[in-house]
């Protein structure tokens, strides 16, 4: 028996030893207006590593989606909007930032599709962006002649590859800030949550009048594990 215990116990620590983990982390965003889930993109590592530290060190617990406009975006993450004297209404966010910034991380494959998360950032040569100002897209659906009227004036002859233009007719986002924000993640579900939030009634500078907080937390390993096996195109 005690033979049998030993075996027992082996074969469960080598099994907790090799399981394999999630082959991403996902994370949950809950407001007043409801909650989102995100997978966080592994081909952006410096983006998800820093969001991930962030969300564990609780920053965003607080913060406000400071800046909102339907058919675009909702953005949030300012820290300065946490501060009851400065978020006060009427009172301009989206100044706030952390002390440093991170380098662009552009991927041909990764573009403004509707419901992707990605990083605010002020005008710097380099696009590098804010450590932790980011935007939810909503954005609209667009049609083949407005998105060849795109490429011909804001995109300044930069061709929108026909995969991309598909999405942007059928699911829509915001193609014109491909290649200037870096995208990082994206929204799996709960989309409807960034709908209402973009909807509110807001102020002359695109912040709600009623103040929107906002948690983050992490999901546990076994919760991203599930979401990766009912995500993955086999379980579809």
Known sequence: MKKLFTLCLLLLTISTVFAKPPKNQYVRIKTSYGNIIIRLYNQTPLHRDNFIKLTKEGFYNGTLFHRVIQNFMIQGGDPDSRDTAKNKAGAELGNGDLKYTIPAEFKDSLFHKRGVLAAARDDNPKKASSACQFYIVEGKRFTA?????????????????????????????????????????????????????????????????????????????KECKRLDELLSPTAR
Not at 153 to 168: E, H, M, N, S, V
Not at 191 to 204: G, H, N, P, S
């Open 145 to 221: 002649g407005k998105l060849d009227t795109l490429e011909n004036t804001r995109l300044k002859g930069r061709k929108i590859p026909a995969w991309q233009r598909d999405i942007y007719t059928t699911v829509g986002g915001v193609p014109h800030l491909d290649q200037n924000y870096t995208v990082y993640g994206e929204v799996v579900t709960g989309i409807d949550m960034v709908d209402r939030i973009a909807a509110v009634k807001k102020d002359e500078r695109d912040r709600p009048e009623t103040d929107i907080p906002m948690t983050i937390e992490l999901l546990s390993k």
